[in-house]
Structure formats: structure tokens, C-alpha cells
């Protein structure tokens, strides 16, 4: 059979980022550019300010990924491109871009969802064995959906407030730590202990999670320590903070496994990087003899090789575009 590469692009939020990938998972060349360093000093991401970053840099970013691949435009067979969720002047510039592409080559457009984006960047490690469980945790979602083929998504739950990598930003933040907080907070979790007695949230025997009162936790020990003059200990709440989510998103994942009788965990998404859930879902998948397939630490975050792996399942389930494609700022999964 013929190989397909499809040129995938990935602009939701404030990485520029291309990738050309071979059927579905195997990748040939990726450039990101990350933002971080200039949105860092304002705390979190300003919409504006990463538009016009990804404007200056997506022909470069085109440009060294197909040198890289040592291919040209003629090599491609689609354009895969993110259309949503995430911020409508990041998504538009990469959407322009791939439209730029699919009208100048004659190439077909791929319409992807950047969550099925996250779901399928799994692809690079292994196969999908269905049905299957996708744990996903972002900085914008936390869902359970099971699989039951390629690209069919059925949701059984998800948090009821904030993602639990917004929930992590912002305990970072109480804890003055700077942006992304995330990564912080799971580096100094693995010095700490659990010491801080916080409430497990929504520990109940539903799929759905809840983060805000656990944040609201947070915030309030820190406040009355400040006021009593107290030295907040950043490692044994950053061990307290994260074993009490990751407890519940295990939980809950391992319960809904076992009801549904699936045969493979995938993990997706930002927080998917997190150690501490890496090493409490493989323990407890070892145990209970379920297959688990997470992505590497470099592809968890947002990044375009996700993106064409997806698109190639995307295009086989007949999702084509036309050049009238727009952004979504919030999207369902389907
Ligand atoms: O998937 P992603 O790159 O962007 C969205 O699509 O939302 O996820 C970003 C989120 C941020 O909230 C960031 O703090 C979190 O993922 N994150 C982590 C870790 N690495 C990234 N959270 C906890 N532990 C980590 N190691
Ligand atoms: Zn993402």
C-alpha cells in the first residue's frame, strides 16, 4: 500500500508547531517554537501576543520542517490542521496557513480536533487495542471517554469546573511559582511529603471530577499561613496537592475500566507529563494486568506530530474540509 504523509499543523494555543507524518505514526520531521519564554513574565498565555508570534514565525517553522524531512510540498498528501478548541487568533493563523498550502498544492485539508490531537499522539508509541479508556488531561479538559473504534468518542464524564492543569497553574500561582505552574509543582511534589491534609474532591462513585474546591483549599491554606506568620512548606504542599488529584484520577479511571470491561488505557494531554500520574497509573495498570500506552514527555504538551496522526484516522473516517474551515474557540469532541 502506498505510504500517506500528511503536513499537520498546530497553532491553538502558543506553540507554532509543524510536523510531516507517515501513516498515521511514524514521525519524519517536527519544529515547534515555543512562546513560553515571552508569555512567562505576564503569568499565563496573552491571546494577542501569541497571534502575532505565530504569524512571524509559521513560514520559518514551514520551511525548516520540510528541510528537515528533506521533502518539498509535492512529497504531501494532505494538510492536517487544528481547527479547535483553543484561541481563535492562534487557531486562524495556523488554519490560514494550512489553507494557503491546501489551495496552492491542491492538496485535501484536514479538519482535526486538537483533544483528538492529544488521544492520538499515542499512536507513536503503540497500537490502539479497542475498546479503550482515553484519560484526558489538559490545561482546558479532563475527560473519560472510551473508544470503541478509530475516532468515535463517547464521553462518561469530566470535571464539573476547572481542567486539572488549570488547577495546577493556579496553585502555582498562590504558591508564587511562575507559569507554566504544572511542571513546577510536580518537580517540587517529588521532594516534598504528604503532610498538608487537603479534601479529596468529588470522591464519589461518579466518572466526574471537580478541581475548584481542592484549588480553594490551597488558597486558603496559603492566606492563613501568611497571616500566622507562617513559612508555607512549597515541597510538602506540592506532595499534598498532587497526590490528592492524582488519587482521584486513578480512582476514578481504574473503576471505569473495569465497569466498561476495556482492554487498554491511553493517556493524553498536557498533564500526561505529570510524574506522579505516570508512575500511579502504570503501577496500578501492572497490577491489574491493562495495558497502558502513555506518549512521551515531549509529546504530551502541545505539539504538530499529534496533530497528523490524527488527521490520518480523521481523513479515513471522511473528515475532509473545504477553504471555508474556520476556528472554533470551544468545540465538542466527535
Ligand atoms: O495539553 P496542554 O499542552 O495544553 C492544552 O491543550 O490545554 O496542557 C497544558 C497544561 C498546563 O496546565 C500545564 O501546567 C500542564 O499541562 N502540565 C503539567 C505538567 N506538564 C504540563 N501539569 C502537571 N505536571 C506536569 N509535569
Ligand atoms: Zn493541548
Known sequence: ???????????????????????????????????????????????????????????????????????????????????????????????????????????????????????????????????????VVSGGHTDLIIMKEDYRFEYIGGTLDDAIGEAYDKVARVMDLPYPGGPRIDKLAKIGKHTYNLPTPKNDNSYDFSFSGIKSAVINLAHNEKQRGNELNKEDLACSFQETVVNILSKKTMKAIKEYNLKQLIVAGGVAANSGLRESLTKLCEEQNIELLIPPINYCTDNATMIGCAAYYAQKDGKIADLKLNAKAVEKLN
Do not use: W
Open 1 to 135: 500500500m502506498k505510504d500517506t504523509y500528511i503536513l499537520a499543523i498546530e497553532s491553538s494555543c502558543d506553540e507554532t508547531s509543524m510536523s510531516i507524518v507517515k501513516n498515521g505514526h511514524v514521525e519524519i520531521s517536527t519544529v515547534t517554537l515555543s512562546q513560553m519564554d515571552i508569555h512567562k513574565q505576564y503569568g499565563g498565555v496573552v491571546p494577542e501576543i501569541a497571534s502575532r508570534n505565530h504569524i512571524e514565525n509559521i513560514t520559518m517553522v514551514l520551511d525548516e520542517c520540510l528541510e528537515s524531512a528533506k521533502m518539498t510540498m509535492d512529497d504531501i498528501d494532505y494538510i492536517g490542521v487544528t481547527y479547535g478548541p483553543g484561541l481563535v487568533g492562534s487557531l486562524l493563523v495556523g488554519i490560514q496557513c494550512a489553507k494557503t498550502l491546501a489551495f496552492l498544492y491542491n492538496k485535501p485539508l484536514i479538519p482535526v480536533h486538537h483533544i483528538a490531537g492529544h488521544i492520538y499522539a499515542n499512536r507513536l508509541v503503540g497500537e490502539f487495542k479497542f475498546p479503550l479508556m482515553a484519560l
